[in-house]
Structures are given as structure tokens and as C-alpha cells.
């Protein structure tokens, strides 16, 4: 058999080379020969010299050969340490694979230098607390994102940095506090961001809920907030940001207060908003 396949296959290739000088000669040689019933003819002869695993490898669409867009996974700490790191840097790799994105994942400033994150085109600053980047490094970031970089910050991404203002320029405001973990009611305000265009336009999820020290609402683009009259604790009054978006300084950032808890990194919903604020960052989606 594999003798027979051989011959087959060499017996396809001088046809298919045939096929070509006749195509290509082929006002002179067969003038009157249609187009039409010349690619019939083709398909029907390379159909039967091709093996049948070679015949499908030629007739599948071509697809692309590297993931769309790489991220950088940032988990230093210098203060609070999440315990749900490990579950959400599993998760966000779980859905590069899912999605064709890599996925790297560090706690070493060192890493954030102009070659390095050129590397990248998007950083996810992940339960990041305190300052977790010297001054050259803050510098290297600020480049990355004025070229055109995007920025995902989840939950304590914005307990970070609270002496770097361009960061909290970036990230949109500082945490102040929280109350204990417990269930409230989420509202969609904005349906029409790609990270909240399948989400109800109610959500009751648990989770540690923020208060921060400013709204940011005045320079951002608004996608969730949190109903105060629903869970004991909300400082903000009735309108309590939790996730939003905006463009900053060349580049474009999204967050999300959510995330705190380990469960948070198998809930479809939670993580779908995610992966598509991911995904806006990188310029992968339409606004």
C-alpha cells in the first residue's frame, strides 16, 4: 500500500505539472478549452492521484500561523498578595490558548525594558499592590503604552502605584477600601463595548467590591456599576464604578474591580468580560 501510495502521489505531481504548462500554454495549445471545464478537470484528476490525507491538507483554508498578539502577565506584589493569582494566571492562559494569544506571566520588574515589551502588545497589570517598578522600568512602561500599547488592570491593579501619577492616570483612580466579600447586583451602562456586549444588563456576582479614593467616571468610558442598595459597604453613592475603558497617552487601557475571589476565575461571565477587555486593548476587536 504505502508503495502504491507513493506511485500515486508522484503520478499526481507529473500531472499537476502537466496540468500547469497546459494552463499555461493553453491559448495555443487548446484554444478551445473553457476555463470553467478546465479547473473541473484539475480538481477531478488531483482528486484521484493525491492520497486521501494529502487531498485535505491541499483543500483546507489557509489559516494563520502564530497567535494574533501577545500579553504579559505582571503579578508583583508589595503589599496584600491575592491568593487567586495562580487560579487567574491559569485562567488568562487558558484563554490565549482558547484564542490564539500568548500568554507570559512575571513578577520581576525587570522584565519591563523597550526591548522586552516590544514583545508585547498588551500588559495585564494582575493584583499588582504597592510599588512594583523602579523608576527605569515605570519609564520603559510609559513608552510601551505611548506606542501604542494597551493596558488590562484587574482588581488590585489599581492598589499599585499611588506614588506614579501617569500610572494612575492610566488605570483611571486608586483603591481606598473594601468591604467583606459578599454578593451584590452589577449593572451594564455601556452595552455596547465588546467586553459587555454579552453580559445581562444585570448581573449579581460575589465579590471583594472597592470603594476608591476618586470616580473616575469624568475620564473614562463607564461599562459597569455597582448597585450600593444591594450589599452593605458602598462609599461612592449611586454611581459606583467597576469596570471601565478609555484611550490614554497613545495607548488603551481597561479595568475591572473584580477578580478577587479564586471562584471569580471559573465564572464564564467574569471571564468572557475579560478576555474581550484583553482583546479591545490589543486592537484585535472593533470598538
Not at 247 to 276: C, I, K, N, V
Request: charged residues 15%; glycine residues 10%.
Amino acid at each position: 500500500m504505502r508503495a502504491h501510495g507513493a506511485l500515486l502521489t508522484g503520478f499526481g505531481r507529473i500531472l499537476a505539472s502537466c496540468l500547469s504548462v497546459v494552463a499555461h500554454h493553453r491559448p495555443v495549445l487548446l484554444p478551445w478549452l473553457d476555463h470553467a471545464l478546465f479547473a473541473r478537470a484539475a480538481v477531478l484528476v488531483l482528486s484521484i492521484a493525491l492520497p486521501q490525507g494529502a487531498w485535505e491538507a491541499a483543500s483546507a483554508p489557509l489559516t494563520g500561523g502564530g497567535p494574533a498578539f501577545a500579553a504579559l502577565v505582571f503579578t508583583k506584589t508589595s503589599g496584600f498578595r491575592h491568593d487567586s493569582i495562580p487560579a487567574g494566571i491559569t485562567a488568562i492562559k487558558s484563554l490565549g490558548e482558547q484564542h490564539n494569544f500568548r500568554v507570559d506571566a512575571s513578577e520581576d520588574g525587570t522584565v519591563f525594558t523597550d526591548a522586552n515589551l516590544a514583545r508585547y502588545q498588551v500588559v495585564i497589570f494582575f493584583d499588582t499592590t504597592g510599588d512594583v517598578l523602579a523608576p527605569g522600568e515605570q519609564a520603559a512602561f510609559e513608552r510601551f503604552i505611548r506606542r501604542g500599547g494597551g493596558f488590562v488592570g484587574i482588581h488590585a491593579a489599581t492598589d499599585t502605584g499611588y506614588e506614579w501619577p501617569w500610572y494612575g492616570g492610566l488605570v483611571g483612580t486608586y483603591f481606598d477600601s473594601h468591604p467583606a466579600i459578599q454578593p451584590a447586583l452589577l449593572k451594564v451602562v455601556d452595552a455596547t463595548h465588546v467586553s459587555t456586549k454579552h453580559l445581562p444588563a444585570e448581573w449579581t456576582r460575589t465579590d471583594e467590591w472597592y470603594n476608591f479614593r476618586e470616580d473616575p467616571s469624568p475620564s473614562v468610558r463607564v461599562l459597569i456599576q455597582i448597585d450600593e442598595t444591594t450589599y452593605s459597604g458602598g462609599r461612592m453613592g449611586a454611581h459606583h464604578p467597576i469596570s471601565w475603558c478609555h484611550a490614554y497617552d497613545g495607548g488603551r487601557a481597561w479595568y475591572t474591580a473584580m477578580g478577587h475571589t479564586t471562584e471569580s476565575y471559573q465564572d464564564p461571565l467574569f471571564l468572557s468580560h475579560l478576555l474581550e477587555g484583553i482583546r479591545w486593548v490589543a486592537g484585535t476587536t472593533p470598538e
